[in-house]
């Protein structure tokens, strides 16, 4: 793997580490399998791209995208509490609502934001070069967003949420509306997503209504890779091994495309295919081990 | 204090399954009162406090509190003036967060949860006190899971997290049937200490007679859905087994044979 590779791979497991954070709290926090992320990470790249388009600052188009995020999230939370729709098909539903919406908004499939300005140019002003720039901001704000959700899980309303996901029997005998928590929780996840959606698109320059196919895909190997390497522990723990698992994830994928075999090498588009092989492999992986184990 | 009217509940409506779990229950329960409600298997025990808690809407009939009705509240509403203790010790408390953010979460029923800090610091030292009474050294594992725990000492933990905040009526629902015996007497113990030291209102669900009789003010028997015996004060101190059980028998219209004893 070439250094322009591994820079790429850090970036991309930096900025990709807030949708798996997103995943995190869905996925493992609220036990709520969300595949909203598919429509709402392009959600967050076109809004965001729409408003740079129509004049506004890179860093305030942040701010409706992530509204945004938290809108579609809030309604596959609704449609699943208020409507009782399964939580999967309900969050098939936003998704499948949200490709109409994000092609409405951007008036086509797809936004250029080519000669427009984006987050990373106040640090190319400032002389950072161009390489470090995106892994540097994005780091920073990835870190950003995981110290957040740890002071969040430990406040009351964050250890209601907590309790949500992991006995809501009793959470509701104590007091709590299960409902308006998973509609907070996924609303929260899908801001994160979108959030993550509009670095993506000024960061390559464009918003496309087909970039959030596989996010989720992505988000649980990301979830997956993350816990396996660092272990079981507490949430504080477990939301830096989703950033850390993010890292892994997209170094092992950047890794997997520089290998030739003879004639044969990877392209991008069998990203998805190894993927879910590892995937199924880090969810079979432990219970083989047991097997062997004895 | 709390009174049922003509509670009905049907449930699998209009399927084959159908049962009709309440049959128009009346119960007027009076604020310090202690209530042991017994009964064979599907008589309506449960339901009925499912049916206080707010787990489902009745059929019919009202429930009301102080005189304000609240049949159409909400479960997590009413958990403001309701603390409850299940029958399977797993449901109480949440595995994976510890001891001690379990009882914060219990410290805010009813109250509204912001984004101060669940756990704080303040508090720690009446969590350890009030674990500290129930005798099993969970004082000093603030910071464990509570997955860690035994069924019995969660049950205990629950027992606790429930009247911490001073609930207006207690619900405890055959929460000693999971326990091995001995365990079942520790958190008996426990039960009628609390009730007793904060004068709570109580409704406790049991399959044993013996606590049935041994514990409360007041014992009420139901049968198909339909409280059939509801005594109290000096009338309930003179039964004892025997008569339960022939009273039993005898309000299903079946002759009470003394072989049937060896059922208890």
């Not at chain 1, 609502?97 to 409405?104: F, G, K």
């Not at chain 1, 870190?143 to 907590?162: D, P, Y």
């Not at chain 2, 329960?29 to 787990?55: E, M, Q, W, Y």
């Amino acid at each position: 793997m070439s250094f322009y590779a591994f820079i790429g791979a850090l970036e991309q497991g930096f900025v990709f580490g807030l949708m798996v954070l997103g995943v995190y709290l869905t996925f493992r926090i609220l036990d709520f399998p969300d595949l909203t992320v598919d429509g709402s990470l392009p959600l967050g790249a076109a809004v965001s791209s729409v408003c740079i388009g129509a004049g506004l600052d890179p860093y305030l188009s942040l701010i409706p995208a992530t509204l945004a995020g938290f809108c579609a999230g809030a309604v596959t939370g609704l449609l699943n509490t208020r409507l009782k729709i399964l939580h999967l098909l309900s969050s098939i539903l936003t998704m499948i609502a949200l490709y109409s919406i994000n092609i409405r908004i951007m008036g086509r499939p797809n936004f250029t934001l080519l000669g427009k300005s984006t987050v990373l140019d106040p640090l190319a002003a400032l002389g950072v070069p161009s390489w470090m720039a995106a892994p540097a901001l994005f780091a920073l704000v990835t870190v950003l967003a995981a110290i957040t959700l740890i002071w969040f899980t430990r406040t009351e309303l964050g250890q209601a949420m907590l309790a949500t996901g992991d006995n809501p029997r009793m959470i509701t005998a104590l007091g709590v509306n299960t409902g308006n928590m998973i509609v907070l929780g996924v609303g929260l996840s899908n801001a994160l997503v979108a959030l993550c959606g509009a670095l993506v698109a000024q960061n390559q320059g464009s918003a496309d209504v087909n970039m959030g196919v596989g996010t989720i895909v992505a988000g649980l190997a990301s979830v997956i890779i993350g816990e396996t390497l660092l272990g079981q522990g507490r949430i504080a723990k477990m939301i830096l091994a989703a950033v850390l698992g993010s890292v892994a994830y997209r170094l092992a994928i950047a890794l997997a495309l520089s290998l030739k075999v003879g004639s044969f090498s990877f392209a991008p588009s069998d990203l998805n295919l190894i993927t879910a092989v590892v995937v199924v492999a880090a969810l079979t992986a432990p219970k083989l081990k047991r097997k062997v184990a004895g | 204090m709390l009174t049922l009217t003509g509670i009905t509940k049907r449930f699998h409506k209009g399927s084959i399954n159908e049962v009709l779990a309440l049959d128009g229950v009346d119960l007027d329960i009076r604020r310090g009162d202690f209530i042991t409600v017994i009964g064979s298997n599907g008589a309506g025990k449960s339901t009925t406090l499912n049916c206080v808690a707010g787990c489902f809407m009745p059929d019919k009939g009202t429930i009301t509190l102080n005189g304000e009705t609240i049949t159409a509240w909400p479960e997590y509403k009413r958990a403001r003036f309701i603390g409850r203790v299940f029958q399977d010790p797993l449901m109480g408390s949440a595995a994976s967060l510890s001891i001690e953010e379990n009882m914060a979460l219990a410290d805010r029923r009813g109250k509204v949860r912001g984004l101060s800090a669940g756990v704080k610091t303040r508090d720690r030292e009446r969590y350890r006190e009030l674990l500290s009474r129930i005798g099993l050294g969970l004082e000093d594992r603030l910071k464990d899971k509570v997955g860690l725990l035994s069924g019995g000492q969660r049950q205990s933990l629950t027992m606790i997290m429930a009247t911490m905040v001073r609930p207006e009526i207690l619900l405890l629902d055959e929460h000693t049937a999971a326990l091995d015996p001995k365990t079942a007497g520790h958190v008996l113990e426990l039960t009628d200490k609390i009730v007793e030291s904060q004068k709570l209102t109580t409704l406790m669900v049991t399959h044993n007679m013996n606590h049935a009789l041994k514990l409360g003010n007041r014992l009420i028997m139901m049968h198909q859905g339909r409280v059939i015996l509801d005594i109290d004060g000096e009338k309930k101190s003179r039964f004892n087994v025997e008569d339960l059980l022939e009273r039993f028998f005898s309000l299903k219209g079946e002759a009470f044979s003394s072989d049937k004893m060896l059922l208890v």
